[in-house]
């Protein structure tokens, strides 16, 4: 009877305690109520998926860099709009829900010369196993669709004159499965928005020309920099490759002119329109292939 | 009670007996928070104090309350029980007072209301029975064993996400041989003491 009784006050006395600690110690500290605030919008799961410890990890990482919610890290706030809006205001920033929205471009046009004649397994894998790839470029396309295997919406399709695949935006879902498929990772997961993307990958590791490894390729000779009035293209000098900022485009496609390799291409049309297949050269290929169906 | 006895408890605890690879205590952390050497070592902070306080206060309630009424038997129910109260009372202190603090560690606290590690040094003091001063010595011993894991484990995992291992491998598979590799090493240190 005695330790049912002493059982029973213990818990009663840890209850009590608690309810003093919660009423004594004072209710708000300075630094916290704008963490507070993202974490009761966040789903407060605290599955983990983000890569924070749980919801209120990445309230904090959220409250120090807002930025960071550009990056769509909790793929159950991107679903649900009312939330995203609310995580906006709570951030002080306009979310667009088709700024986190991500499709897959394939940063290769083709047109890399073979140098052997490959014939084992038909697949990217087998082939980037023996020296690299068949193509004279390291960053080239192999085309042999091992990314629209693996593509859930079937998304993807090979371009068999010039051996690249083609992605379609508009079924394309941005589940990134083949940006992990891809043995040479040309495929990139970019923002709906993107507006000029470059289809080329190449980057002059040891000083050679792109040209001399293929026909299409992205020359570093940075014209398209240059003729950009707005500031929408950066020269990034680690890579050599140009980089482009939507926000400020205005698709006036200066640089898509002025590219003497036309790698660079327009990858969405106006406002107002869906998004449409990347790759005007070989979309028109792609369109042959249709009509003869 | 001289204080090379406690040197003795401390290094035992730390590394022959160590919580994670030797005892197997505590494994949830040591494979879920280990991906950022500052995660972990945030995390082993956090159990530390913990550790520390749950000692001496499971000591108290064990010598004060358990032992003289004859309920030993409820001993797991009642740790659990005062265990689960601290923590969210020093989460609630924390919270509201240091909001610093509360960032660097402070998130942990839930998660480890109760460990096995906490609810382990408990019933490892009441198994060797130690002094009060002896158990708090131990907490400290096994919660800086702890941490030592932990931050060698992150270490490892970290640059493991730089190296080239097989697909299937990746992530938690070849920690999982990390791990097994580590408990080796720890093994070595099995008849000291």
Redesign the interface.
Same mark, same amino acid.
């Given at each position: 009877m005695a330790q049912i009784i002493i059982i029973t006050v213990i818990g009663i006395v840890c209850g009590i305690l608690i309810y003093i600690a919660y009423r004594k110690i004072p209710q708000k500290v300075q630094g916290l109520e704008k963490t507070e605030e993202i974490s009761s919008i966040l789903p407060g799961l605290n599955c983990g998926a983000c890569g924070y410890a749980g919801c209120f990890g990445l309230a904090q990482a959220l409250t120090q860099n807002p930025e960071l919610v550009r990056n769509a890290p909790c793929a159950l706030t991107v679903q649900d709009p009312d939330r995203l809006k609310r995580l906006g205001i709570a951030l002080g920033m306009e979310i667009d829900a088709s700024d986190l929205i991500k499709k897959a471009l394939v940063h290769c046009s083709g047109g890399s010369v073979s140098i052997y004649d490959y014939s084992g397994i038909n697949t990217c894998k087998g082939a980037s196993l023996l020296l690299g790839g068949n193509k004279k470029c390291p960053f080239s396309c192999l085309g042999y669709g091992d990314c629209s295997k693996v593509c859930p919406v079937e998304a993807i399709k090979i371009d068999p004159g010039k051996n690249v695949v083609l992605v379609d935006w508009n079924k394309c879902i941005g589940c990134g499965l083949c940006v992990s498929e891809c043995p040479q990772n040309i495929i990139e997961l970019v923002p709906v928005k993107t507006k000029i993307s470059l289809l080329c990958s190449y980057t002059p590791l040891r000083n050679i020309n792109g040209r001399e490894r293929c026909e299409n390729g992205c020359l570093h000779c940075r014209r398209c920099v240059r003729a950009c009035e707005f500031g929408a293209i950066i020269w990034n000098e680690q890579k050599l490759m140009p980089e482009f900022d939507a926000s400020k485009c205005t698709l006036c496609l200066k640089c898509v002119e002025v590219c003497p390799a036309k790698c660079l291409i327009k990858s969405v049309l106006a406002e107002n329109e869906t998004p449409v297949p990347v790759a005007t050269v070989s979309n028109t290929a792609l369109q042959q292939k249709s009509d003869e169906k | 009670m001289n204080s090379s006895n406690l040197l003795t408890i401390f290094f035992t605890l730390a590394i022959v007996q160590n919580f994670i690879v030797a005892q197997f205590l505590g494994l949830c952390p040591f494979f879920g928070?280990t991906?950022k050497l500052s995660?972990s070592i945030s995390m082993g902070m956090a159990l530390i104090l913990v550790m520390v306080i749950s000692a001496a206060a499971c000591w108290l !309630?064990t010598y004060k309350?358990l032992i003289p009424?004859d309920?030993l038997y409820?001993n797991v129910?009642?740790y659990i029980?005062?265990i689960?109260?601290l923590v969210? !009372?020093i989460e609630?202190?924390v919270?509201?007072? $240091?909001? $610093?603090l509360? $960032?660097a560690f402070g !998130?942990?606290l839930p998660?480890i209301t109760v460990n096995c590690a906490v609810l382990g040094i408990t019933l490892i003091n009441l198994r060797e029975e130690f002094s009060l001063i002896q158990s708090i010595v131990a907490a400290l011993g096994g919660g800086f064993g702890f941490i030592l894991i932990m931050a060698i484990m992150a270490g490892i995992r970290e640059k493991l996400e730089l190296a080239d291992s097989p697909k299937s491998m990746r992530g938690l598979p070849v920690a999982i041989f990390v791990a097994m590799m580590l408990g080796l090493t720890f093994f070595g240190f099995g008849g000291i003491g």
């Open positions: - | 928070v991906k995660d !309630i309350l009424y309920m409820m129910v009642v029980l005062v689960a109260t969210q !009372i609630m202190f919270k509201r007072t $240091n909001a $610093n509360y $960032n !998130i942990y998660l």
